[in-house]
Every structure is written in structure tokens, then in C-alpha cells.
């Protein structure tokens, strides 16, 4: 005798699936609305950063004037996303304003009369939305390869992942360049299934990649390799004879050019939505590059827009940058800050889990497909970085918090008691050393190197002080020191007047006239030489604010 489905057993079956699945989804939900917590609050308590300005006047300015002007060196698609949450705060922007990308940000923020606080949050808002939905891609992809399970494991190492909080709350063009692109190889591992509907889709994400950042280029090989791979899954009960092997490869290679061709075509149509008569003239020198960099950029099918903004881009790659790392200061680039900032700046259990998914999704056949469709394209793009003369912050590898969030989830193929038990242990450590932090996401540091309090002692720039804590001084100097005479060294490109700061340049007047309070931004103490080292050393510290201003007595 047989049980029907329709039987105790079956509906008892049924009801715990829905139970299932009703808790995945409960824990997604949970984790994303964490998430977006943490980021609301980031984006209202940060003044702008260092390279905020400088986009949300581009974003300003393409309102008004519908046009390719400033900022050539990125694209306009994240500027045009900025520019969806910048057109509710209706910002003033005189017409006869003449300057620079930086002369225009601050015009925007501080001189036209717009309220600072309110337009940097409008401007924040559309980022932190792509962000979340950013993770509901690494959830999906996680779940195409381990389940349910590993999906959330995934998401929850990305909605915890510091780095991740601190730069998608932010108004810039890191987080939404590489969650195009995990977007984007997402949809070619599920072309290995339905190719004609997947791959014109990924090569829309590829392009809006391209269309939000030139650094996204270095993985494009990568892609479109990637999708003949597919293609020849797709068709791999059709390969009979080398003449059908040959036929498939010949039609995967069409396919990754058509690809190719959907992404270029996106960024053709990104400048036209910005300016549609591709009007451009450069505001700025645009260096000249020759060699194979010259030709390619010279050959490039993309509008002269993108390709003077790679001229710039390569040219800033030829500029000397200082820079600091485990409390040293040097002038050049470093092969190895990127590796040894990310030790630093990463929660101790998220590199365990990041190392042993790797290991586990290149040993067991099970995954081992996905292993060039996750591993591949990060590890082309860290390469691509660490050749980079800008030793500025883990920013420049976001998107490993991404693909390899979807790489940990690869534990839960492993199906032993152990490594599900190691790996809920290490995702609650990773929780709680996110929590700990907030909401001081972009200082973070992790518990070996001391907390977000001690990062200052080892980086510098984006990793600890991007200018974002000019509001919270104000507040302390107007709550603790109010009356006191202010020095400041401030380095970002918020205007401290305009958050009721009334300081003073230390560096300006006599070292015996600084008398009182010397605030000074924690990057601007890791360079400090000369009179500003001078006279550091001749205060003492007395407070900090956000763990990226140090405040001295004198």
C-alpha cells in the first residue's frame, strides 16, 4: 500500500517546506532591514566626503544643464542614479557659476543657497537602495549554487560586511560598479541554463558596470569568456562530433560578442540620456597616453567622453601618491597594501569563511563549475588594483565582499554537522564585530588590529578619515569646548563654517600663537610633517570624534 501525497505524511512535508521557506524569507528580510538601518543612519549623521561633492554637482549640473561636463573621468550612470534622489531637493545652482569639478561641489553644497545636510541625503538614498538590492543578488546567486541556506549565509556576510555599510551609504560610484558586475556574472551562470534570456541581460549589467566605473573594464575579458562557457553548457548534449564542438564554440563566441555589443550600447545610451547631442568639451587638461594604452583607448566604440576620461584616469595612474600603511608613511604605491588593508579593515570570521569558501568551491565537483564564474572575475580585479598607484582604501576592492560572500555560502555544500556548525559561529562573530562598530563603518578595523579606535595607526585616507565626521565636531566643540579658541586641519570637502566651526589654519601663524584646542583629522596626522608634526608633538590629546578627528590641548 502506498501513501498518497495528499496523505498525513504529504501535508505534513508540505507544511514544513512553507515553513521553510517562510523563514528564509523572514531572515532575509531581517537582514536587509538591519542593513538599511545602519546605512540610513550613516548617510544622516556623515557630512560629505572627500569625492561626494564632486558628484552630486556633476549630478546637479546634468539636471539643469543636460550635459557631459565635469567629473569626465567616471561615466554618468551612478551621477544619473544620484541625480534620481538630488532632483527632491531641488538644488539651486547659479547659471553663470564658472570653476572646476571641486569649486562646483562645494558651489552646490555650501554656496547656493541649498541646505547641505538635506541634499547629501537625497543624494545617499538612491545608493543605499541599490545597495539592498545589490543584496538580494548575492542572496539569488548563493542560493542558485548551495540552496536556501546558503543564500542567507551569503547575505548575511554581505549586510554585515562594514565596508560594504560604509560605502554604500555613501553618494559614490565603488559599491554600485561592483554590484553591476556581480549582477552581471550572476546572469551568465544562469545562462548555462536559458542563455537567450540571460545573456542580453547580462550584458545590460555589464554595461551599466562600465557605465559607473573604467576600473569594471579589467573584467570584461573575463565575462565574455564566461558566456561562451555558458553558451557551451547551454548546448552540451548537442556535441556529438568535433563539427558539433566547433559549431557550439562558434556560437558561443557570437553570443559573448552580442553581449559585448548590448553592453557598449549601453553606455553609448547612458551619455545620451545625460546630453542627447554628445555634446562634450574637456573643462580640464586631458593628458595624452600612447603606446598599446593609447591605441586602446583610441579604438574604444565609446563615446570621446569615455575615452578623455580614461586619458585622465591613466594620467592619474602617472602621478606620485602618498601614502600610509601600519603606521608608515611613503611616497609611490605599495604591491601589497591592498592585501594587508583588507587583514586590517575585515572581520576576522569573514576572512575565515571568505578563505574556506574559496577552498571548498574549488574541491568539491559539486561547485566546481561556479568556481570560474566567482573566483575568476574578483581575482582579475584585484590584480587590476594592486597594479594601482592610488594606495587609498579597500574601497578600490568592494567588490570582494560581494563575490565572495557568494563563495562562503559554498560551506553549506559540504553537508557535515561541523561545518554547518562552524560556519553559524563564524557569521554571529562576524554580526556582533559589525555591530560593535556602528555606526563608525568607515574606520572599521577588526578586533586583531585594535577596533575602529586604532585604525588611524595603521591607514589613512578612506579606510578611517574621508572628511565624513565634520557634523559630529561640531556638535562636540559646541557641547564640551564651547568658548574655546579652534585650530583645525581638516582634510575633506566639507566647509567647516558651514556647521558652525569658527577656526583657525595652525600652519598659518607662528607655532607659539597656537594656543587652545588643535583639531586635527587623523590623515592629516598620518602625513603630518614639518610644522604640523611640530606642533602635534607639542599638544596633548584629549578627545576624538568618530575615531577620525583627534582633538589636543595646547
Known sequence: MT???????????????????????????????????AMVTTAVEQTPTIDEPVYVGAAADSLHHHRVRYNPEHPPLGKLIIATGVAFARPHLDAGFAGDQTALGRHVLYEAG?????????????????????????????????????????????????????????????????GFLLTSVWLLWRARRRPRWHLPLAGVALGAALATKMSMLAAV??????????????RRTRHRTPRDHARSLGIGVAAAVAMALIAVAVVWATYLLVDPRLRWTPT???????????????????????????????????????????????????????????LVKTPLGMLALWSAGAVTMAAVPRLRPAAPYVLVPAAVLLFAALDGARNLGVRYAIFLPMFLAVAAAGLMAVRRR?????????????????????????????????????????????????????????????????????????????????????????????PDRVRGLLVVSDSSIAQ???????????????????????????
Open 284 to 342: 580640464g587638461p586631458v593628458p595624452a597616453v600612447h603606446g598599446l594604452r593609447g591605441l586602446a583607448v583610441h579604438w574604444l566604440p565609446l563615446p570621446e567622453a569615455y575615452r578623455d576620461g580614461m586619458r585622465i584616469q591613466f594620467g592619474f595612474e602617472q602621478d606620485t601618491w602618498r601614502g600610509f600603511l601600519l603606521g608608515r608613511r611613503y611616497v609611490g604605491s605599495l604591491w601589497y597594501y591592498l592585501p594587508v588593508a583588507l
Open 114 to 178: 541649498n541646505d547641505p545636510w538635506r541634499l547629501m541625503l537625497c543624494a545617499r538614498l538612491p545608493m543605499i537602495a541599490l545597495t539592498l538590492l545589490f543584496g538580494l543578488v548575492v542572496f539569488a546567486f548563493a542560493r542558485d549554487l548551495t540552496g536556501p541556506v546558503g543564500g542567507a549565509v551569503a547575505l548575511a556576510l554581505y549586510t554585515f560586511s562594514p565596508d560594504v555599510i560604509a560605502h554604500g551609504s555613501l553618494a559614490t560610484l565603488d559599491v554600485p560598479a561592483a
Open 3 to 37: 501513501r498518497t501525497v495528499g496523505g498525513p505524511k504529504g501535508r505534513w512535508s508540505a507544511a514544513s517546506a512553507r515553513h521553510r521557506r517562510w523563514l528564509v524569507v523572514a531572515a532575509v528580510a531581517a537582514l536587509l532591514v538591519q542593513m538599511a538601518v
Open 221 to 234: 575579458p573575463v565575462l565574455l569568456l564566461l558566456a561562451v562557457l555558458s553558451v557551451r553548457y547551454a
Open 528 to 554: 603630518a610633517t614639518g610644522r604640523l608634526a611640530a606642533l602635534i608633538d607639542g599638544s596633548r590629546p584629549i578627545d576624538e570624534v568618530g575615531h577620525s578627528i583627534t582633538i589636543y590641548r595646547r
Open 418 to 510: 561541523w561545518a554547518y556548525g562552524a560556519t553559524l559561529a563564524l557569521v554571529l562573530f562576524v554580526a556582533v564585530s559589525s555591530l560593535r562598530t556602528y555606526p563608525y563603518y568607515l574606520p572599521y578595523s577588526n578586533e586583531a588590529f585594535g577596533g575602529p579606535s586604532r585604525t588611524h595607526l595603521r591607514l589613512h585616507d578612506s579606510n578611517v578619515d574621508w572628511g565624513q565626521d565634520l557634523g559630529r565636531l561640531a556638535d562636540r566643540l559646541r557641547d564640551r569646548y564651547r568658548g574655546e579658541r579652534i585650530w583645525l586641519v581638516y582634510k575633506g570637502s566639507g566647509v567647516p563654517s558651514a556647521y558652525g566651526i569658527r577656526a583657525s589654519d595652525p600652519r598659518r601663524v607662528a
